[in-house]
């Protein structure tokens, strides 16, 4: 199937994400996002997680945590012995240490920790053409805010559901995918003209849903398709269905039956 595959990005299949925490024990912030290795972590402004720009006890890149053969490796840059903490441990410049999910990083007054990687996404996509403009790990603990705009649709990343500010939006359909606790949920936070809000097809009646993967969710002019973090995707042909499925689940759509067309334009191998 990845040898017929006629997109260049097949390596994306392999691309590993991580998701990490940032903790600031003085401004009690916490931000908890998903990232493509390598990331740089440091008071620089190029940096990935820029910790704070004023502490000149940071290294401009501080950390750099990246990918060698599957494994996750921190890579400490930090030019001082002990500025650089692994699970309490001191690092030595230059040392290098292999992070788990759960390891957390002591920067100054900083811990970062690794979180269980993201295993849902979501990608907004047109509806009629089915080009895909954005794409988001959904992290445990974090939530996504999408509203209607007179410039097209905003799409918000937030580290957390309090940090969703509704404020304002009441008029336009606003709605929000949110993972706190076990299930990754989509709710329609506000609907004044009574859109239609459609899942694979069918009409949303409900406010709020558990999430599963290859949800197909379309409104307006937008779509938006729930996907397996780092799993290909295609799209049903049928051109009354179109909702996406997942290419090793079986030759035809989940919804309608027809054959899926393995290897044609619809297949889609996301960087997701
Ligand atoms: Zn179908």
Redesign the pocket.
């Given at each position: 199937m990845q040898t017929s595959n006629p997109l260049p990005n097949t390596a994306s299949q392999t691309m590993q994400t991580v998701a990490i925490e940032v903790t600031n024990e003085h401004r009690a912030e916490v931000q908890r996002r998903a990232y493509s290795l390598p990331v740089t972590i440091g008071r620089g402004g190029t940096c990935d997680i820029q910790l704070d720009p004023d502490n000149r006890a940071i290294s401009r890149v501080h950390v750099e945590i990246v990918e060698e053969g599957g494994r996750t490796i921190l890579y400490n840059r930090a030019s001082n012995a002990n500025a650089t903490r692994v699970e309490r441990r001191g690092l030595q410049p230059g040392e290098r240490v292999e992070l788990h999910p759960g390891y957390s990083i002591g920067v100054f007054d900083y811990t970062l920790k690794l979180l269980e990687p993201a295993r849902i996404g979501i990608a907004v996509a047109d509806r009629h053409d089915l080009t895909v403009s954005k794409e988001f790990h959904l992290v445990p603990g974090s939530a996504i805010i999408a509203y209607e705009s007179p410039g097209g649709l905003v799409v918000e990343a937030a580290a957390s559901l309090s940090e969703v500010k509704t404020e304002g939006l009441g008029g336009n359909l606003t709605v929000l995918f949110y993972y706190d606790g076990d299930e990754p949920t989509f709710a329609i936070l506000a609907n004044p003209a009574q859109e239609q809000v459609l899942l694979d097809r069918g009409l949303i009646r409900q406010n709020a849903l558990y999430l599963r993967p290859f949800d197909t969710i379309e409104f307006g002019t937008t779509r938006i398709e729930v996907l397996n973090v780092g799993q290909a995707s295609i799209v049903?042909d049928?051109p009354g269905?179109?909702?996406v499925n997942a290419v090793d689940a079986g030759s035809h759509?989940r919804?309608?039956g027809?054959p899926l067309n393995i290897g044609g334009p619809t297949l889609r191998q996301r960087r997701i």
């Open positions: 049903c049928n269905c179109r909702v759509c919804l309608c027809t």
